[in-house]
Each structure stands twice: as C-alpha cells, then as structure tokens.
C-alpha cells in the first residue's frame, strides 16, 4: 500500500512524528481516519484476502493455526472465529500499575498508525473503532508489567483489542469504567474481531514505542533544564564563565554538547560578569560545572538518532504475519521483535541518569561551605544567632542523593535480560517495554533531582543578592526569569519547614514547561585556531 496515503491516518501530516503521537495521546488533535477510497479499498482488500484463505482452509499462522509453539495445531474452520476470543482472553494476565491516559492513548495511536499500512488483515472499521478510543477518550486500562518484548507486547496490547470487544476496564471522563459503560455513553459501540484482527491488534511493539515517545519528551525537556540549573549554578558559586565559550567545543564539535554550551553561555549573557579575574577566583571549575556540556550533550544527541529509530518503530507495519494483497502471499516474520526500542531506551536511561548525577554533584557545591564560595551552610537562610539550629537543605541533598542511586542502578541495560520462553519458541526476546518503563521511572527520579537543584540553586542566587554580590538586572534575561518564577512559586527559606510540597509544586511546574534558548552559533575552525 501507498505509504503516503497509509500514514495518513492523522489528518495533515505525511509521516507521523514523535510529536503526533504526541498530539494525539494529549488530546490535542483529533484522528482522522482518510476518506481515500484507493486507501480505504486496500486496507478492506487485506481483510478479504484473510477471510478466503481461511475459507478456503488455507494454513495461515494464527488464523488457521494456534499461536506461537502451538502454531502445529490446526483450527478445523468451525471453530476459527472462536480463536481471537480466546487470544486475548488468556493474554488477559497483566500486572502492576496501569498506564495513565496520556500512555494508554499514546499506545492506541501507535498501533492505529501500524495497522493502517494495510499489511495487517484488519477492517477499515476497526481503524475507525480505535480512532473513536481515541477521540471519545475512552482509553483502555493497561497494566504495565507482563510483556518481554517480542512476540511484541502481546499481553499488555490484550487489553486494547478486550476494549475494542467491549470488555476489562478504560479510563472515561476522569474515572475507571468498566468498557462496556463507558463505549455505551460515548455513543459507541463494541467490536467483535474477526480471525486475525486480535492477533493484529496484540503482535506489536505499539506499548514499547508509546512509551518511547513519552520518554523521549520528557528527556529532552530534561536537557534544556539542566542547562539552565546549570547557568543559575556558575551564577550562584561566581563561576568560571569561559568554560562555554563557542570556540572550545568547535574544537570538538560534537553538536550536542556545542548546543548544551551554547544554551548555558547566553544564560550567562555571553561570558559577561565571570568572576574571571576576582580576586580568590579559581582557573578552573570542578568537573560537574566545566564538564556539564559534555555529559547533557551526550543526551542531546542521542535523542536525534532516537528519534529515528522510534519514528521508524512508529510508521512501520509490525505484526506477524504480513498480508500482501498484491500478491495474494502471507508473509511470515518477526517484525514485531522490540530490538531498537530497547537499545534506544536503554542509552536513553543512561543518558538521563548521567545528567541525575551531574546535577547532584552541582547541589553538593552549592551546599558545603568548602565550595560555595562564601555562601552559608547548607544555604540556609536563617539569622546568624539562628543558624545553630537550622540546617536548610542538608535533608534535601540526602535525598537527591537517594534518587540518584536509584536511577544510577536502573541503568542496567534490560535489553542484556533475554531469557527464553513460551515453550523455547520465544527463545530470543527484547525486554523492550521494560527498558521502556525503566526509561520512564530514570526520567522520573531525574526530573525529581532536577526540582531539588532548581530550588536549591534558586535560594543560593537568592543569598548571594543579600550578600550584595547580585543583580538580577544585570543577568541575561532568561536565567533572570527563571530565578524570578520559582522565588514566586518557593518561599525563601529563612527557617527550616517540610520541603517536599515545595519538591511537589516545582516538579509539576517544571514538567508543565520547557526551557528554550539559542542554538549554537557556528564557529570556524580557523577561528578557534586563532583563539
């Protein structure tokens, strides 16, 4: 089939991107299923093709077939229509947490774009039946926990093709609701699926990728943020300035970490105001400061060949087995193996653990008399004759620290934890959605570490103004922002008080938003010869 026409299961855009899914599992856009009638005939010309091969009582995998090891028992064809039933039925074992609505509508969306290849053997109805999940918001209950990532994510996947049918629960309107309710008060209807539509709808890697693009925004909203608590940590300590300068990362020009400086230079309004020449001033920074554009570059410019890869996962037919209509042939692989999915989130954890450590060790400067220069212990912002008693964010350091052990040892890659199951016929699977969910819980532990630096780094830019060493009218006008906002959203503290529904208020208002600032600016290698 067209693959132009294929992908244009969402109204205006060619390829889904990151962002579509994006779009759609927020509820920003609504699906639109094409009125193409060459479109729409070839997705229905799969669905007949299936149906006269198992008429016809041709062996074709699932169909005619058990599934997996058992794919050696034939269904006589009485009893073909009864097989889907009894797919998503025994898949019907998932545990753990259920994903939220914005993951469970990310994953209904990537298998909707997959199925609309045509490749599958599905209705054009059931495209429809999953665009109206989406646009009804009526959004399976999908537990997290049960899918080891090739035959794709068979039984988590279960839980939308029950739904489809009218069956297990969806999130409606703000509550658990058993589907059948809650399609009925939509003004929908449930769908029986026919022989190889639930095996289509599960033999995917649709959780893993959904997952992925959530991970990956949040990873990158990640990266802009540690540029920025980064910038207001130099400001903070009278740091060195001209370790971002352009002309030393065009002498190794990896664009990641050249954008990573770049952001942190003109948060610093260019090198103007470095303490550079103070007296008492250091040559150099320690590490977690100098170096911080090598370690967030790293994840900037592992989220661009990420992006690929997911973008492919997205836009690509990934069930078993394929349906070729021009050929009349089924055709039998593995593309529903996780493989790039579980690579790319088990660097991306990586990658964001690295930038959970590099921002713990910026809290640590900040916090301990011997490296901030001159600020007070723990940047407590008790009186003199108070500070005795009070102790700031000595509690809040101990728990970043917590964090960030926890997110450094989730970087085990799970993608190295194949173990093979379903009677040795699933001997080499991918661990996909765990990485996946691995990738998510790093980001969350992160994001946390991130929200204990901002406000930290925030009372320490506060401390040094008392001490009559800053002007915020003198700071570039995107750090001065920042450190304007979250003094509103914080209260200064002078004496101790609980701080974690402070923690709570700026992880929430961090995560509502993203920092922007300028690109790199190119720099000539002669240039930075001449420097």
Same mark, same amino acid.
């Given at each position: ?21 994006? #779009? ?6 609504? !699906? ?17 093709? $299936? ?23 034939? $269904?006589?064809?009485?009893?073909? #229509?009864? =097989? ?72 988590? =996947? ?65 990266? @802009? ?14 740091? $060195? ?29 260019? @090198? ?79 990658? !964001? ?41 000595? *509690? $809040? ?7 960030? *052990? ?83 959203? !914080? ?20 995560? #509502?938003?993203?920092?922007?600032? !300028? ?13």
């Amino acid at each position: 089939m067209d693959a132009t026409n294929a992908s244009n299961v969402l109204s205006g855009a060619a390829v889904w991107r990151i962002e579509d899914v994006l #779009s759609v599992a927020r509820g920003a856009v609504r !699906v639109h299923v094409p009125d193409d009638a060459a479109w729409r005939e070839s997705i229905e010309q799969g669905a007949q093709l $299936v149906e006269a091969m198992w008429r016809d009582e041709r062996v074709v995998y699932g169909v005619t077939t058990g599934y997996g090891a058992s794919c050696d028992r034939a $269904v006589p064809a009485e009893l073909v #229509s009864e =097989l889907p039933d009894h797919l998503i039925r025994y898949h019907g074992c998932g545990l753990g947490r259920a994903l939220d609505a914005e993951a469970s509508a990310a994953v209904v969306a990537v298998r909707l774009r997959s199925l609309a290849h045509g490749y599958s053997g599905v209705r054009l109805c059931l495209l429809e039946h999953l665009a109206d999940l989406l646009n009804h918001r009526v959004l399976p209950v999908i537990p997290e926990e049960g899918s080891v990532g090739a035959s794709g994510d068979l039984t988590p =996947l279960s839980y939308v093709a029950a739904v489809l049918q009218g069956q297990r629960d969806v999130l409606h309107q703000g509550r658990r609701r058993p589907a059948a309710e809650a399609l009925s008060s939509a003004g929908l209807a449930p769908l029986p699926l026919r022989p190889k539509e639930a095996l289509a709808v599960m033999n995917g890697t649709a959780v893993m990728t959904g997952l992925a693009c959530l991970a990956w925004d949040r990873a990158r909203r990640l990266a @802009g943020w540690a540029c920025r608590i980064t910038a207001m940590s130099v400001v903070a300590l009278r740091g $060195v300035h001209a370790h971002f300068d352009p002309r030393v990362f065009a002498a190794k020009p990896h664009a990641g970490s050249a954008r990573a400086a770049a952001w942190i230079f003109a948060d610093l309004d260019g @090198g103007r105001g470095s303490s550079t020449g103070v007296s008492g001033a250091p040559l150099q920074e320690r590490y977690s400061i100098r170096c911080a554009p090598h370690v967030v570059g790293v994840l900037w410019d592992a989220l661009e060949w990420m992006r690929e890869w997911i973008e492919v996962e997205i836009n690509s037919a990934n069930d078993n087995p394929l349906v070729h209509t021009t050929s009349g042939e089924v055709l039998h692989g593995g593309n529903f193996y996780g493989g790039h999915i579980a690579f790319a989130m088990d660097g991306l954890k990586t990658a !964001v653990a690295s930038v959970a450590d590099l921002l713990d060790r910026q809290i640590a400067l900040l916090l301990s008399e011997h490296t901030s220069r001159g600020l007070s212990a723990n940047l407590s912002g008790a009186a003199v004759d108070r500070l005795c008693i009070n102790h700031g964010f000595k *509690a $809040v350091h101990i728990a970043t620290s917590a964090w960030t *052990a926890e997110a450094l040892k989730l970087t085990m890659p799970a993608g190295s934890f194949s173990r093979s199951t379903e009677c040795h016929n699933q001997d080499k699977v991918s661990m996909g959605t765990i990485a996946a969910r691995d990738a998510l819980r790093v980001l969350e532990l992160t994001e946390q570490v991130a929200a204990s630096c901002l406000i930290a780094v925030t009372q320490a830019l506060s401390l040094r103004q008392r001490l009559g060493h800053l002007d915020p009218a003198g700071l570039a006008a995107g750090l001065a922002a920042t450190w304007a906002e979250v003094s509103r959203e !914080v209260p200064f503290v002078d004496e101790d008080r609980r701080l974690d529904q402070d923690l709570e208020h700026i992880l929430a208002w961090m995560r #509502s938003r993203a920092v922007t600032a !300028v690109e790199p600016a190119l720099v000539r290698p002669e240039e930075t010869l001449r420097a």
